[in-house]
């Protein structure tokens, strides 16, 4: 598949390479660019803005949201990846087929996954299970992948739509075993395929197709174009997210389902698959799963982010309700787990004062304070209180533990590195993960 893919991909980006730079020439992109990223940048040719476009797209993280428990929904189980699943299961990152069928799921028992599974043959070309929606076991749900998303507007949390864990893949695995679409497959068929009018939602159903619109992540200008054409929106807001300093420009509500959906065609084992994770701090911080999750990366030798994501309270959004929220997020608030991070390679050529964690343990207890308070009192820990208890992780963990997401060329070894510092030290593994 991937085989065939890339070749088709090369194809569509080469083609598409002059509409991107025509729309990379227009005014109001320009003045967006200028405004987010300064003149120097606004004013470079069409075809070097292009590349420079290309480069930060390429090293964007690759990423997946799932929930730390097992979700529900309406007193309705989905099977799905969690922090249990993954200490305790498969030694690999299980699509949401193999963890279904490791738990006796009944896949017959909602109609979503007879659509899930038409999506996976007809748009992917991802080999048929012998009973439409119903792998029968562990080997023919293992044909499918688990799905991931590109990180393109680099949102501290990941995928914060789909989980208050993100798991940031291997960036090599990545480019070598994934098959990219422009747009959301599960939204696309929603709206497109079974015409469901939705307002907020303003998609051109015309510009995206199996033929135009798979890429990978070595090839995809037509992406880019196809992305912006499908969604209706300008480039320049989309490609300042991109360019600019993080979280100079702030996102929407929208932003947050205008990713490439990504595939990756391959067995995803542990640890070498996974980068590091990322956990929501307003979701996890101070709990029971929030210890599991720091469990969960000792294990296997990972770094551990938090992410204070879009804290707004209430419940969490989704694909659906997304483009709905009213309000703006920075969405650029990262720190390292100073626990976790001193038991990792990474920390082999940085030092991790003993008041870090001291600090980081205190505010812990807080929060678990905090929550307790809030529970007696039948009422949830507001998010200004979450933002202040950030703030103050903040000044203990110093600039040393601030993380950004990668950008070309800052650091040697994308494969490697987690994050860089605001003074643009970059934080890396020193041992591969198989070493780890």
């Known amino acids: 598949l991937i085989?065939?893919?890339?070749?088709?991909?090369?194809?569509?980006?080469?083609?598409?390479?002059?509409?991107?730079?025509?729309?990379?020439?227009?005014?109001?992109?320009?003045?967006?660019?200028?405004?987010?990223?300064?003149?120097?940048?606004?004013?470079?040719?069409?075809?070097?803005?292009?590349?420079?476009?290309?480069?930060?797209?390429?090293?964007?993280?690759?990423?997946?949201?799932?929930?730390?428990?097992?979700?529900?929904?309406?007193?309705?189980?989905?099977?799905?990846?969690?922090?249990?699943e993954g200490m305790h299961g498969e030694p690999f990152f299980e699509n949401t087929w193999q963890a279904g069928v490791r738990h006796g799921y009944n896949f017959s028992s909602f109609q979503w996954w007879g659509i899930m599974d038409d999506i996976e043959t007809s748009l992917y070309g991802a080999k048929p299970f012998g009973r439409r929606g119903e792998p029968k076991d562990m080997l023919e749900a293992g044909e499918r992948a688990p799905y991931f998303a590109v990180n393109l507007r680099r949102v501290d949390a990941g995928s914060p739509l789909y989980g208050d864990v993100s798991a940031?893949?291997?960036?090599?695995?990545?480019a070598a075993a994934s098959s990219?679409?422009?747009?959301?497959?599960?939204?696309?068929?929603?709206?497109?395929?079974?015409?469901?009018?939705?307002?907020?939602?303003?998609?051109?159903?015309?510009?995206?197709?199996?033929?135009?619109?798979?890429?990978?992540?070595?090839?995809?200008?037509?992406?880019?174009v196809v992305g912006a054409q499908y969604w209706g929106y300008s480039l320049g807001h989309a490609v300042c997210r991109l360019l600019e300093p993080w979280g100079r420009t702030p996102l929407h509500g929208a932003d947050l389902i205008q990713y490439w959906e990504a595939l990756p065609m391959a067995e995803l084992r542990y640890p070498s698959s996974i980068k590091f994770l990322i956990g929501s701090f307003p979701s996890l911080f101070g709990t029971e799963p929030g210890t599991q999750l720091q469990e969960w990366c000792l294990q296997r030798g990972w770094v551990l982010v938090w992410s204070l994501g879009l804290n707004q309270g209430g419940e969490?959004?989704?694909?659906?309700t997304a483009p709905y929220l009213p309000q703006e997020f920075r969405a650029d608030q990262r720190l390292a787990d100073p626990i976790v991070f001193q038991r990792t390679s990474a920390a082999a050529n940085v030092t991790v004062p003993p008041d870090f964690a001291a600090g980081f343990r205190a505010l812990w207890q807080e929060a678990v304070l905090a929550r307790g308070s809030a529970a007696a009192s039948n009422r949830s820990v507001s998010n200004s209180t979450w933002a202040g208890m950030w703030a103050r992780l903040g000044e203990v963990l110093s600039p040393d533990l601030r993380l950004q997401p990668l950008r070309a060329d800052a650091c040697g070894d994308v494969e490697r590195c987690i994050g860089s510092t605001p003074s643009g030290r970059c934080l890396c593994y020193q041992e591969s993960p198989q070493e780890a």
């Open 3 to 84: 085989a065939g893919l890339s070749a088709s991909a090369r194809r569509l980006s080469h083609e598409a390479s002059s509409a991107l730079e025509e729309q990379l020439d227009r005014a109001e992109v320009r003045a967006a660019v200028e405004a987010c990223a300064g003149t120097e940048i606004a004013r470079l040719p069409a075809a070097t803005l292009a590349r420079r476009v290309r480069r930060e797209a390429a090293v964007s993280e690759v990423i997946t949201g799932f929930r730390a428990v097992a979700s529900t929904w309406k007193n309705w189980t989905a099977p799905s990846m969690s922090i249990n």
């Open 168 to 174: 940031v893949l291997s960036p090599l695995l990545a």
């Open 316 to 320: 969490e959004p989704n694909f659906w």
């Open 180 to 224: 990219v679409s422009a747009v959301d497959s599960g939204g696309w068929n929603g709206m497109c395929v079974m015409s469901q009018k939705l307002p907020r939602f303003a998609k051109n159903c015309s510009a995206f197709s199996k033929e135009s619109g798979l890429g990978t992540l070595t090839d995809f200008d037509h992406l880019l």
